[in-house]
Each structure stands twice: as structure tokens, then as C-alpha cells.
């Protein structure tokens, strides 16, 4: 009974019956981005990235990462994707700085799975989802935000206060700013709309837009500029906050404690960022067979086989302990 309303609660956050939505485990933790910095080893910030072992530094977008990677940490097996995320810290009185660990969604099979992953297509008759392509890439937020209202352009990125594992009411655009009993879940949902011919652009945002009017979740048009139906991709991230819930391990001040690897304790910098991998039309075929979770059409592993892969960090540096700085050096600004 309560794993059924639990999977009601969770599908309501979306309007659609049909989507895909399966466990991704962690893959490595380090200062990569191989979008906004490639080729360079040691990004500003700390990055958690799941999918497939296809990452690296420099991500050459003519390659197939889906004949590149042998793995994959997701339960989807034909998805070499990968995804990724900041990492979030948790500021002791002192200045210390603690890795906050991270929880599966416990609709799955094992806790250990990292992130929770959703592609869902558009449900108005006539429109067709467009699986996205070989190449293509985007990402979504942008970590210099510091207030709400230039955080508002990204209109599906908050956070959920989780009162029980199953909280899925009461989003902000901040960083929650009492206790979280449960955690703290980052929802990351992307831009549904493409402009039909390019992978990527240089900011990697502009290629890709929110309807014109309405939400993906009221079924909105595509603008003329970006006509192209494409998935909606939203990842949720729980962080295990529980272990720093207690009001005297918080900032005298009151404030939160919790502080984002890019240096942000408002929040409002939150961010993602995707590169396609998919096998073949993999990603298509599933869009279009209406899959509702578990998609038969598609080849699956269990979490067991996807926590078998993993990346081991080029940058090797200390992430966890008491760090008397933020991974890089990076500063906490407001
Ligand atoms: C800083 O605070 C944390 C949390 O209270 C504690 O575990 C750590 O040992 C402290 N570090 C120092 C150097 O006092």
C-alpha cells in the first residue's frame, strides 16, 4: 500500500502517462565538464556524473559515445548518456567544508542508485516527440545566478523540501531554509523545444527552448524559432541531508548551511547539463511505443549491474573529509 501511493505521488509531478523513468548510479565524482571546459582536467567546480564510462575531459561531439562506452550505470542498458550535476556541501561553524551523500529513489530495487531519470513525450494528438540526435547536447541553469528573478528564465528548477521520501508538493527556486527531514531533492527539467538543426550551440542553451506558451506539462506549442517536439528530460537528485539537521550544527545567523560546488548558498544557480548517448534509435523507439516506466521495447540491467560501472577521477583529488576549501578553491559568492 504504501509503494502504490507512493508511485501515485511520483506520478503526479508529470501530466503524461506515458514516460520513461529509471535509475541512474554514480559513474565518478570529479572536476570535469566536458560542455563548458572541454579538454580541461580540473574544472572549476565538482561535477557528480552517472551514465555511460564514455565521459571524458573532451567529448568529441562526431564520436558515438554509445560505440565508445563498453558500461553504463543506468538500468536502461542502451543508454550511454551522461548527465550530470553540481555536488553539495555542507558548511560546518568552523569554515569545514563536508560532502553531503546522495540517495536513490527508493521506488527502485536498491538505494544505491544516484539519480532518477524521466524522458517524456509529448501527449497532444498530432505531435510527434523527436528523440534527440547523435551529438546533441544542452544544458540548463546557469551557476552565476545568484536571486530569483534572473532564475525565473529557468522556469523547472527548484528543490523539494522532502518531509518523507515520497514529498513530491511545495518546489522553491531557493535552497530550502529549514531543516529538510528527509533530504533535500534537486528537480532539473530541460527545455523541450529544438531548433531542429543544430546539436549544440555555444552557450548550449540556445539551441533549445520552452513553449511559446503554456508549459510541456499543459502540452504548450513549440515557438516557430525552436518547432521541434523533443523529450522532456528531468533528472531529480536526493541529497542525505539528515546527517546535518541539527539547528546547532547550523549558522548562528539562522541561514541554511548547505553551499553548492560552484560557491552558491542561494540556490538559484542550480544547473545540468546532458550529452546524448543513446544506442542506435533506441531513445526513438522507446518515445514512440507510448513506454509508461518500464518500456519492454527497450534492453535492461539491474542497479546491481549498473553500480559495476565507473570512471576513476583523472583530477584524483580529496572530495570528502572536512575540506578547509570547496574542490578548486572555488569561493562562495552572493
Ligand atoms: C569543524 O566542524 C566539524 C563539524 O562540527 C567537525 O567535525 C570538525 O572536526 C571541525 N574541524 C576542526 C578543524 O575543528
Not at 121 to 134: C, D, E, I, L, S
Not at 142 to 154: F, G, K, L, V
Not at 264 to 290: C, E, I, P
Amino acid at each position: 500500500m504504501y509503494f502504490f501511493s507512493l508511485l501515485v505521488v511520483a506520478l503526479g509531478v508529470s501530466h503524461v502517462e506515458a514516460l520513461l523513468r529509471f535509475s541512474c548510479s554514480g559513474l565518478v565524482t570529479e572536476r570535469l565538464d566536458p560542455l563548458v571546459n572541454p579538454g580541461v582536467t580540473g574544472s572549476p567546480h565538482l561535477h557528480q556524473i552517472i551514465g555511460g564510462n564514455g565521459f571524458q575531459p573532451f567529448m568529441n561531439p562526431d564520436n558515438d559515445i554509445s560505440s565508445l562506452a563498453t558500461c553504463t550505470t543506468c538500468t536502461f542498458s542502451e543508454d550511454f548518456s551522461n548527465y550530470w550535476t553540481a555536488v553539495l556541501y555542507f558548511r560546518a561553524r568552523n569554515g569545514t567544508f563536508k560532502r553531503v551523500p546522495q540517495i536513490g529513489n527508493q521506488l527502485f530495487e536498491a538505494s544505491s542508485g544516484r539519480m532518477t531519470v524521466y524522458y517524456s513525450p509529448y501527449t497532444a494528438k498530432g505531435v510527434k516527440t523527436t528523440a534527440f540526435k547523435k551529438g546533441f547536447r544542452m544544458l540548463v541553469g546557469d551557476p552565476t545566478i545568484r536571486t530569483a528573478e534572473p532564475a525565473q528564465q529557468y522556469r523547472q528548477l527548484t528543490y523539494t523540501c522532502l518531509q518523507t521520501p515520497g514529498t513530491r508538493t511545495g518546489e522553491t527556486k531557493n535552497m530550502p531554509t529549514k531543516p529538510c527531514p528527509a533530504g533535500i531533492m534537486v528537480n532539473v527539467r530541460f527545455p523541450t523545444c529544438w531548433d531542429g538543426v543544430n546539436l549544440d550551440s555555444p552557450d548550449h542553451k540556445s539551441h533549445v527552448a520552452y513553449p511559446s506558451s503554456g508549459t510541456f506539462e499543459t502540452n504548450g506549442p513549440c515557438p516557430s524559432t525552436h518547432p521541434v517536439h523533443i523529450p522532456q528530460l528531468f533528472f531529480e537528485v536526493v541529497w542525505d541531508t539528515r546527517g546535518f539537521n541539527d539547528k546547532g550544527l547550523w549558522p548562528t545567523d539562522g541561514s541554511q548551511p548547505f553551499v553548492w560546488s560552484y560557491g552558491d548558498r542561494t540556490g538559484y544557480g542550480n544547473h545540468g547539463d546532458y550529452v546524448f548517448g543513446w544506442k542506435g534509435d533506441s531513445l526513438q523507439k522507446a518515445m514512440d511505443n507510448n513506454c509508461n516506466i518500464n518500456c519492454p521495447a527497450l534492453k535492461t540491467q539491474t542497479i546491481a549491474q549498473g553500480n559495476k560501472c565507473t570512471l576513476k577521477s583523472v583530477v584524483g583529488e580529496e572530495i570528502d573529509g572536512w575540506l578547509n576549501e570547496l574542490p578548486g578553491g572555488m569561493p562562495i559568492t552572493t
